[in-house]
Nanobody, 126 residues
Framework: QVQLVESGGGSVQAGGSLRLSCAAA????????VGWFRQAPGKECEGVAV????????SYADSVKGRFTISQDNAKNTVYLQMNSLKREDAATYYC???????????????????WGQGTHVTVSS
């Protein structure tokens, strides 16, 4: 059983920061990657960042490299997404997702993830 619950969304001015949390009750026999995705109205679901639940390997979308950081606290079963230097185009509903991926190269494909949280909204104003 895998359960994901996001929190930490909200409204922030451009240039500001937010930290999203994903409380992940993860069965490591079922998943090996936890990722953050986002979807803005009228746009496709976009992979933002991913972390390997075992080794901690991370990958990022080019649009967020250098601004966002994904991390995990295994003791708290929580995956974080620290978002700095936020831009208006970062506004979206952010989802935490978990899946069993054959390799990290598959990470941006939302169809590879079997388990999803309910989403948390991020608004960025100028």
């Amino acid at each position: 059983q895998v359960q994901l619950v996001e929190s930490g969304g909200g409204s922030v001015q451009a240039g500001g920061s937010l930290r999203l949390s994903c409380a992940a009750a993860v069965d490591t026999n079922r998943v090996n990657y936890v990722g953050w995705f986002r979807q803005a109205p009228g746009k496709e679901c976009e992979g933002v960042a991913v972390i390997h639940t075992g080794g901690g390997t991370t990958s990022y979308a080019d649009s967020v490299k250098g601004r966002f950081t994904i991390s995990q606290d295994n003791a708290k079963n929580t995956v974080y997404l620290q978002m700095n230097s936020l831009k208006r185009e970062d506004a979206a509903t952010y989802y935490c997702a978990a899946g069993s991926l054959p390799s990290v190269g598959y990470w941006p494909d939302w169809k590879m993830y079997n388990y999803w949280g309910q989403g948390t909204h991020v608004t960025v104003s100028s």
